[in-house]
């Protein structure tokens, strides 16, 4: 007999993971009641994936649950906030149960490991959809929003860029190598990002500025520059690349995937001059990649010192200017 709507959200969802004392009633009844800490603002985002839009059809279920909660995650580390609770609305073609049991396995593994709780949502039959939404705590003022870089700021990234964007291209056939394992670390960069929530979390009062990066650095980056009315000049040599990229497409076509592709969901941050001795000692893993300046517009310089230039959509193709 298939799954009643019921049956299936009281398998597959309803108590699961972690019970926060904060959650005065869960999944169940109308609203769930929440309670945020005293002194403390709700950071919320919202995120929706469309099969065959931001996923493959045939994507492996885990993963999908995965990147839903890693995308909202990567959201609320770019805030600088703690994460808390989850809710979740499914759109679904019929209730395949080896899909939701993977789907909800992907999707518990990383909500238990950062202590969230899922405390309601909804489920309807449709095409399939999933919209999570994510809320979390950060210390009243303390947020990292975009628009507090400053002209003499240092531009941070963490991590190395790119790496996602070329498991895509292995994905779409664009990349190829006879290199299985190779292959399969960069798929996994793209499927199973790492949501950069304890630098996020230890930036707060460091960092001037933060977002993180879904949609290519030049884009992202640009997010800032706008909000903070400043421009930046930031070099090509000094983007960190991975050895798995730079073996995959070599290191031009690295360092436009670093520049423009998404999916990699690290963090790119600016700092003061004064407080670059508080960020070393916190022991991010991260690049220094550039500085804030007064001038509106992002300057991408190369090894010689020329510029670079790039379309504003991240996406788009980049040349020798
Ligand atoms: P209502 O009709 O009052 O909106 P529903 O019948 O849609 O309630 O849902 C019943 C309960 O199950 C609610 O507490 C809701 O938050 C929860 N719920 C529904 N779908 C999901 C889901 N996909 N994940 C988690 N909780 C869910
Ligand atoms: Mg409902």
Redesign the pocket.
């Known amino acids: 007999m298939p799954l009643s709507?019921?049956g299936l959200?009281a398998r597959y969802?309803?108590r699961r993971g972690v019970e926060r004392s904060d959650v005065s009633l869960g999944?169940?009844?109308?609203c769930?009641l929440l309670r945020v800490p005293a002194g403390h603002e709700l950071a919320v985002t919202i995120d929706t994936l469309v099969a065959g839009r931001h996923f493959p059809e045939e994507t492996d279920p885990r993963a999908i649950g995965h990147k839903a909660i890693a995308v909202n995650l990567s959201d609320l580390a770019a805030m600088g906030a703690e994460p808390a609770w989850a809710?979740?609305?499914?759109s679904l073609p019929l209730a395949n149960e080896p899909w939701l049991e993977a789907f909800s396995a992907g999707l518990f593994e990383l909500a238990d490991f950062y202590g969230v709780q899922?405390v309601?949502?909804?489920?309807v039959s449709g095409p399939l959809v999933i919209t999570l939404q994510l809320h979390g705590f950060v210390p009243e003022g303390e947020g990292l929003r975009r628009d507090g870089a400053n002209p003499g700021d240092l531009v941070f990234v963490t991590g190395t860029l790119g790496d996602a964007g070329a498991g895509l291209g292995i994905v779409q056939g664009r990349y190829f190598t006879q290199d299985e394992a190779l292959r399969e670390r960069l798929r996994q960069r793209l499927d199973f990002p790492s949501p950069r929530i304890e630098a996020g979390l230890s930036l707060r009062g460091v960092a001037s500025a933060a977002v993180d990066i879904s949609d290519g650095l030049a884009a992202d980056l640009g997010h800032i520059l706008e909000a903070s009315g400043t421009g930046a000049t930031i070099r090509a040599h000094q983007l960190p690349l991975s050895l798995d990229l730079i073996d995959i497409v070599g290191e031009q076509e690295a360092i436009e995937l670093a520049l423009t592709a998404g999916d990699d969901f690290e963090l790119c941050f600016t700092v003061p001059p004064e407080k670059q001795t508080a960020l070393a000692d916190l022991g991010i893993p991260c690049t220094c990649i550039g500085v804030i300046e007064e001038s509106p517009g992002l300057r991408i310089l190369d090894e010689s010192g020329a510029l670079l230039t790039v379309s504003r959509a991240g996406f788009d193709h980049f040349r020798k200017g």
């Open positions: 709507e019921f959200i969802f309803a999944v169940g009844d109308d769930a809710t979740l609305s499914l899922l309601g949502g909804d489920t």
